[in-house]
């Protein structure tokens, strides 16, 4: 079975600091690695996604996350926080095949201060 | 205009009443899903369709019905709502055409069982 593990449910960072949201997954097969943002009073936008190839991956406004098999870890970062980023992030799995649904964590807040 | 529209968007009902949520998309996926977002658990699954004629339960389908009406359309159906399905419901759309499992949220439905 598949599972998601994001350390920390609440994350504060002062504006300019670096961005680093913790996500842990487990799964049987090789899997593929999402994360999304919520936006208040928003849906779920993608972040960016890892299923094959470079380890890390780049999303959008400037956010990357590394793929690392040993360490079963898919963490995000983002170098400096802007207040924008404030916002719940998802960590997700999938089984690396066509048709399975998407498994998520229980989420973390972002809290950027000036 | 939006690809994946919910509605409707705000809903108040009362204990005992039927309840049904509506899901409609426009990117010709094939895929459709239906999620709750609860305070601190993240998004679990309730049921998803890979086509019209493939319906499945995830996670927590007691107490919820689906209907996939064409390949667009994909609805919830509470038949006796209670207070603790309170939540936030998404729907999700991905293309099974595609390599990844990338799925894609409607904005989501606010309800609130009294």
């Known amino acids: 079975a598949q599972s998601v593990t994001q350390l920390g449910s609440h994350v504060s960072v002062s504006e300019g600091a670096l961005v680093l949201l913790r996500c842990n997954y487990s799964?049987?097969?090789?899997?593929?690695l999402f994360w999304y943002v919520q936006y208040p009073n928003q849906g779920l936008q993608l972040l960016l996604k890892?299923?094959?190839?470079?380890?890390l991956v780049k999303g959008i406004n400037g956010f990357e996350a590394e793929f690392k098999k040993s360490e079963t870890s898919f963490h995000l970062t983002k170098p400096s926080a802007h207040m924008s980023d404030a916002a719940e992030y998802f960590c997700?799995?999938?089984?690396?095949?066509?048709?399975?649904?998407?498994?998520f964590g229980k989420g973390t807040t972002l809290s950027v201060s000036s | 205009d939006a690809d994946v529209t919910q509605t409707p968007r705000n809903r108040i009902t009362k204990t005992g009443k039927r309840i049904m949520l509506e899901c409609s998309q426009t990117?010709?996926?094939?895929?459709m899903y239906w999620y709750r977002q609860d305070p601190g658990l993240g998004l679990r699954l309730i049921y998803y369709?890979?086509?019209?004629?493939?319906?499945n339960k995830g996670e927590i389908s007691d107490g919820y019905s689906v209907s996939r009406q064409a390949q667009a359309k994909f609805s919830l159906s509470l038949e006796s709502a209670i207070p603790n399905q309170t939540a936030l419901y998404f729907c999700?759309?991905?293309?099974?055409?595609?390599?990844?499992?990338?799925?894609?949220f409607g904005p989501g439905t606010r309800l609130t069982v009294l």
């Open positions: 999700a759309t991905s293309d099974a055409t595609a390599s990844t499992d990338t799925q894609y």
């Open positions: 799964s049987s097969v090789p899997p593929y």
């Open positions: 890892y299923t094959t190839g470079a380890t």
């Open positions: 997700a799995v999938s089984k690396a095949q066509a048709g399975t649904a998407l498994i």
């Open positions: 990117k010709g996926h094939d895929r």
């Open positions: 369709s890979f086509d019209v004629k493939d319906i």
